[in-house]
């Protein structure tokens, strides 16, 4: 696509290019993250998010600047740099401490057969200024109705010492400098536009997707996460030969209370002994996962651990929930749970054998008196 055959300016099709490289990112990296989910790896968004960000752009930057190095107008992809660094530091919050960042620009000064010029130099400070400044408005301006205005006027202020560099160093006309300085603030806009447009996306499929795989009324996981998430956590123990233990408890008498107190006291009933669970796991080990799946019935699945190196958790939850009392209106309601646990063994040939065992020993509890625990 040329300006002579087409009839469309560089500047227009500079702008598709853009956008396409940041969609290009965005599209790589859902899958990544995809990816790195369906296995359970033991890494965080945050750090996928950095890492792959950080590569991505340098890959970018690079690339086109191998186009134009050591040429007298190697300054021609400079906005797209600069838009490089705004992505990284402004909408993907990536932080570069001080003594990363320079050996990258160091690296970079030599590669563009810049290192040598005292303007390049002056260059460089400026734009780790840009790229610091970018973190911290963003930090503290993001959620802010005053945002765009904080970003657009960071972007305008630090794009004109940036090509009064380039000016410098490439003798640049007056006209160029202001063309190029106004090009900036155009994409930089543009590029908020687009990245608010899909940050939008992200957010609304995530809660999607956050519907999808927690109870709506406890927050915890539901009987979709469960199935998928013991499908894993089972196959990798099976694989590794890791221990896997599994509770399952439920409130005993639920129908009672519903029957008695009304729906709304039964649904608040399974609120409080949620949170009570969530909050025992917390202060133990983040990595026990807790899953609503039934109507009074959890599941809670321990990655690691064996049968008795769960009894420290399963007894505080225990406990906890046997001396709850939960206010309804004027009247007490308390609440007792009965509770089974077991852990993988070499006969279990799928989940589902797992799933049957643990809970065979819950009705065990239950058809002993409830209110106990049974582990075998």
């Known amino acids: ?34 990816w790195v989910h369906s296995r359970h790896m033991d890494v965080t968004d945050e750090f996928v998010n950095n890492l792959f960000g950080v590569i991505y752009m340098l890959i970018f930057v690079f690339s086109i600047q191998t186009l134009v190095v050591g040429k007298t107008d190697s300054w021609i992809f ?16 990536i932080h570069i401490p001080y003594y990363f960042f320079f050996p990258i620009v160091l690296v970079y000064m030599v590669f563009n057969h810049s290192i040598g010029y005292w303007q390049s130099w002056g260059h460089a400070i400026t734009l780790m200024a840009f790229f610091w400044t970018l973190n911290v408005i963003r930090v503290r301006f993001h959620d802010k109705k005053s945002a765009p205005w904080i970003y657009l006027l960071v972007t305008t202020g630090f794009g004109g010492p940036l090509w009064f560099w380039m000016r410098l160093k490439f003798n640049l006309t007056w006209g160029t400098f202001w063309q190029e300085w106004l090009y900036m603030i155009i994409f930089e806009e543009l590029l908020y536009m687009y990245v608010s447009m899909l940050s939008h996306d992200v957010k609304l499929k995530l809660q999607l997707t956050k519907f999808a795989s927690h109870d709506a009324l406890t927050k915890t996981g539901n009987f979709a996460a469960y199935t998928d998430d013991i499908k894993c956590f089972f196959a990798n123990s099976l694989k590794k030969d890791l221990p896997l233990s599994m509770m399952m408890f439920d409130i005993d008498h639920f129908k009672n209370i519903n029957d008695t107190y009304g729906h709304l006291a039964g649904d608040h009933v399974l609120q409080q002994v949620s949170s009570v669970v969530q909050t025992v796991l917390d202060a133990n080990d983040p990595n026990v996962k807790f899953y609503r799946t039934g109507g009074e019935e959890f599941n809670i699945i321990f ?29 007490l309601i308390n609440i007792s749970i009965s509770v089974g646990v077991s852990e993988v063994t070499a006969d279990d040939k799928a989940p589902m054998d797992f799933y049957n065992r643990v809970d065979q020993n819950l009705y065990y509890s239950k058809r002993h008196g409830r209110m106990q625990v049974t582990v075998a």
């Open 1 to 34: 696509m040329t300006w002579s055959n087409w009839q469309l300016p560089p500047f227009i099709t500079s702008v598709f290019f853009i956008l396409g490289v940041f969609t290009l990112y965005w599209v790589t990296f859902n899958w990544l993250i995809s």
């Open 303 to 331: 990655p690691g651990y064996k049968s008795k190196d769960t009894k420290i958790i399963v007894n505080q939850i225990f406990t906890a929930i046997n001396h709850l009392q939960i206010h309804s209106g004027l009247q």
């Open 78 to 93: 400079m906005n797209f740099q600069l838009l490089a660094i705004t992505f990284c530091a402004y909408y993907l919050n």
